[in-house]
């Protein structure tokens, strides 16, 4: 993580500009006063950054109770992913963590810890894992009947934004007197236009959000072979989405 390895950096400093002093029969030069000053302010920065990103609740893994498992909780991948979160108004980059979309939960590791942490959602305003972004939405009284608070991806960042809310279902099943469970992905595709969103389920939602252009929507979809079908929606509508942005207004 790049916040340790400046702390790292700043800890062998230290000692060779304190050796470098010592060693020294006239008291140090404005420099090497500057070098270690820079050194131990660098080396208390990045422990107080630490105590920043590490102050969640611990994460307990509820997967574990069952007896067999199809599937897992997390976005993409259940290990460890590179990653970074801007979080209590800092950025960390350099992290290894996971996204939990079941509880909508962000999970990493203090390092050299045995345990798993789960950042407070309230305090996180973006993450990033495995190079896919996130950012947390918070519902007003004007889109709630559209979208709830938690995190979306973000597809498209254009003049109009393309997101997905990714989320799993549990479906629990006994079997010989053990319960089973399955993660069954449930995402969900939005589109912010003018901050307004639209939830896109079918190409006729899609097109009504671009109506403004649909001649010109529909021709470069029948042109592209776009299929909106249920494997293609997410892909397809990025394209499109894509394609209205950079029509001249």
Same mark, same amino acid.
């Given at each position: 993580m790049k916040i340790n390895r400046a702390a790292g950096l700043a800890l062998l400093c230290i000692p060779l500009c304190a050796h470098l002093a010592a060693g020294q029969t006239a008291p140090p030069?404005?420099?090497?006063?500057s070098a270690l000053g820079a050194a131990q302010q660098q080396y208390t920065t990045s422990? @107080?950054?630490?105590?920043?990103?590490? *102050?969640?609740?611990?994460?307990?893994?509820? @997967?574990?109770r069952y007896h067999a498992q199809t599937g897992h909780q997390f976005f993409d991948q259940p290990t460890r992913q590179p990653g970074a979160v801007f979080y209590n108004g800092h950025y960390f980059p350099g992290l290894l963590l996971t996204y939990d979309v079941v509880r909508d939960q962000i999970v990493l590791s203090p390092p050299r810890s045995p345990l798993s942490l789960r950042l407070i959602n309230? *305090? &996180?305003r973006s993450f990033s894992v495995n190079n896919h $972004?996130?950012? $947390?939405?918070?519902?007003?009284?004007?889109?709630?009947?559209? !979208?709830?608070?938690?995190?979306?991806? &973000?597809?498209?960042?254009?003049?109009?934004?393309v997101l997905a809310r990714r989320s799993k279902r549990l479906q629990e099943q006994i079997v010989q007197r053990n319960i089973d469970v399955e993660?069954?992905?449930q995402d969900q595709l939005f589109i912010n236009k003018a901050g307004t969103?639209? @939830? !896109?389920? $079918?190409?006729?939602?899609?097109? $009504?959000v671009f109506a403004d252009r649909a001649k010109e929507v529909?021709?470069?979809a029948k042109a592209q072979k776009l299929s909106f079908k249920k494997a293609r929606l997410e892909a397809s509508t990025v394209e499109l989405a894509r394609y209205y942005s950079g029509l001249p207004r």
């Open positions: 030069n404005a420099a090497l006063a422990f @107080a950054l630490s105590s920043q990103l590490y *102050n969640g609740p611990e994460y307990i893994d509820y @997967a574990r309230e *305090n &996180v $972004r996130f950012v $947390r939405l918070v519902a007003d009284s004007a889109n709630s009947h559209v !979208i709830q608070t938690g995190y979306y991806e &973000v597809l498209l960042d254009s003049t109009v934004q993660f069954l992905p969103y639209y @939830a !896109i389920g $079918r190409k006729t939602a899609l097109l $009504r529909q021709d470069y």
